[in-house]
């Protein structure tokens, strides 16, 4: 598994290891060691490590990913995969990557052009944002003294660990090249995604300053492109139900 000292792999590892499978996890920086989880360094951008990672593996959970680099990643790891016989490789996208006129979401879809195109056996899986990567988004309009509202700008953000429990059942099955997308079970604006956090946090709720984003991202944006099809996989996690278990912490 690359990727898996990350938000989705920190917890898709443990589910793996419950299912009585040994994970290698394969990283930049070492971790601990545990029963079945093994640690081994290596870059998927440079390419360093990845072929050695790769010796004796059959399934390969791509992760890993960044603002940059995750074709180049792929195009590494594919590479690696094909060498050293891999019967399985599962590749995590981004929900809209091949719609989204922005450089992050072009990335995304271009590994998944060339994990589809490697001659590896592969599954794509494409998700929704995750609760905690829209929370600091959230967190750092709701300090401003007007809450900026983008017009038509909408999320349907989704649990990580059913993203993580859905892709558990992908690597324990057969490849099945690009399958539903996961996401969450509400489509939400900007500002109600604010005043679910106002509410939950007891925050003075802001006033709206609406917003037009320009060009093709505010048509695309505007259009849903961001958003999953009909047939999507929808989670059953809540936003309010994230931030109500988040209270412990600070939001």
């Known amino acids: 598994m690359t990727g898996g000292t990350g938000t ?3 917890r898709a590892v443990p589910m793996l290891g419950t299912a009585g499978q040994e994970v290698r996890v394969l990283s930049r920086h070492l971790g601990e060691n545990g029963p079945g989880i093994t640690h081994v360094r290596a870059d ?9 990672a790769l010796d004796g593996i059959e399934v390969v959970l791509h992760l890993a990913g960044g603002a940059k680099g995750d074709d180049t990643a792929a195009q590494n790891l594919t590479d690696a995969a094909k060498a050293a016989g891999v019967k399985h490789l599962i590749l995590i996208s981004v929900t809209g990557a ?10 995304k879809a271009a590994a998944e052009q060339i994990v589809a195109e490697s001659g590896v056996p592969y599954t794509i899986i494409r998700a929704a944002q995750l609760h905690d990567f829209v929370l600091p988004v959230i967190r ?3 300090r401003l003294p007007l809450l900026p509202k983008p ?15 859905r892709l558990c059942e992908v690597t324990l099955g057969h490849p099945e090249g690009r ?4 996401v969450g079970p509400e489509v939400l604006t900007v500002r109600e995604l604010a005043d679910v956090f106002y509410e939950e946090t007891r925050r003075h709720r802001r006033l709206s300053l609406p917003v037009r984003i320009p060009g093709k991202i505010g048509r695309a944006y505007r259009a849903g492109d961001n958003l999953a099809d009909d ?8 936003w309010r139900e994230f931030l109500a278990a988040s209270m412990g912490a600070e939001v």
């Open 140 to 142: 750092a309009m709701g």
């Open 151 to 165: 017009g038509g700008l909408r999320f349907e953000p989704v649990a990580v660990e059913e993203v993580a429990r």
């Open 231 to 238: 047939d999507a996989l929808r989670g059953t996690g809540t």
């Open 179 to 182: 399958v539903a997308d996961i």
């Open 8 to 10: 989705i792999g920190s």
């Open 98 to 107: 091949d719609k989204m006129p922005i450089g992050y979401f072009h990335a």
């Open 44 to 52: 998927t951008v440079t390419g360093e490590g990845v072929a050695k």
